[in-house]
């Protein structure tokens, strides 16, 4: 039996094949070898496997994403249909994605950026932000990384509300669900917060409407996925102050490109998408205790739907 590990990134294969040979002391690790040797290959992990490349492996019993999303699985027009897929789960993912989360909230709900524009000015002045608790934070998607943002922000007393697809309750705050609970839950938003996957359902929602949607002078947090962004939307709104400022980890198309827009916007914040790294050592150990699951016939951990595609 072999592990497959697919990916367009030369760099880091070698830094994967590494983590996976720790975990995997007695198996065949592969990097993006070709068809001839893969008759064998019963596990693939992948980072935006090529299109058709997974379809060619007739033995193959799951796949694992070394990401959270899946959205670059599901990317593949030939993927196949009958072979669990699961995204990644771990702690050291979920703890960066809560640092940046919180990071960012509290940089904004603190008014540094216009702290920045006194600095410049070499202007002493004191702002006045709302307490915590009249600050409305929203974060779309209370799944792993939302719900663990949320918990580390309710610590700052801060007043939450979730946005999910199906209702549930949750202690922090009020959830709103559905496209119907979309605009009331915006409405109610003074930072918000994306953390959904990137599915069809979901792809250009941070669009002038949703935008229209929040309070006068809200800011947008954006750590899921560039396609969730209708970018000349938001570039819009901020032309005309609805939304005060911006934070995108995440772009349409990444690297971004020299001279986009973003980078010279004073009210957009742009990280190279690191809200949280995948560290390939935690990530294989991750993946080497699932494939154990796999083996002694017990559930996968983040075993994705297929049909919801997240
Ligand atoms: P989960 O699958 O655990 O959670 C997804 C959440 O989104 C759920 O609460 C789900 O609702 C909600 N959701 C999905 N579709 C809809 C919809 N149509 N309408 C309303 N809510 C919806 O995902 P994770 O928390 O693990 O990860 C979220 C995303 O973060 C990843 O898919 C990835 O794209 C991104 N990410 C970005 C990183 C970065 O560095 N920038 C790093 C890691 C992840 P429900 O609860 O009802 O199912
Ligand atoms: C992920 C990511 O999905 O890094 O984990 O974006």
């Not at 560290?279 to 075993?303: K, S």
Request: charged share 20%; proline share 8%.
């Amino acid at each position: 039996m072999a592990i497959l590990f697919l990916t367009p990134s030369v760099n880091s294969a070698a830094r994967w094949a590494d983590g996976l040979r720790k975990e995997f002391e007695d198996e065949d690790i592969r990097i993006n070898s070709g068809p001839e040797g893969d008759a064998d290959v019963e596990f693939a992990v992948v980072w935006k496997p090529p299109p058709g490349r997974l379809a060619a492996l007739p033995n193959l019993k799951v796949i694992f994403s070394i990401g959270a999303g899946v959205d670059h699985v599901f990317a593949d027009p030939d993927l196949p249909k009958d072979v669990p897929i699961v995204r990644l789960i771990n702690e050291t993912l979920t703890t960066q994605m809560t640092e940046y989360v919180v990071m960012n909230v509290l940089w904004h709900h603190r008014e540094m950026d216009d702290y920045a524009i006194l600095a410049a000015a070499e202007t002493w002045r004191h702002l006045h932000p709302p307490r915590t608790p009249d600050r409305r934070v929203g974060i779309m998607g209370l799944g792993v990384l939302g719900s663990a943002a949320g918990d580390a922000l309710a610590r700052f007393g801060f007043s939450l509300a979730a946005w999910t697809r199906e209702p549930r309750d949750w202690p922090l705050g009020e959830v709103f669900s559905g496209p119907e609970g979309l605009a009331p839950f915006l409405g109610r938003t003074d930072i918000l917060v994306c953390q959904l996957p990137l599915t069809p359902e979901t792809t250009g929602i941070l669009n002038a409407r949703s935008f229209a949607a929040l309070p006068q002078g809200a800011v947008l947090i954006n750590a899921a996925r560039g396609g969730h962004l209708v970018e000349s939307d938001l570039l819009e709104a901020l032309k005309t102050g609805r939304l005060k400022g911006a934070t995108l980890d995440v772009f349409a198309d990444e690297p971004l490109a020299p001279g986009h827009p973003f980078w010279s916007c004073p009210k957009v914040r742009v990280t190279p998408h690191i809200a949280s790294l995948t560290y390939p050592d935690a990530a294989a150990r991750t993946i080497a205790r699932n494939i154990a699951r796999f083996r002694a016939g017990e559930p996968l951990i983040g075993l994705v739907d297929s049909a919801r595609e997240y």
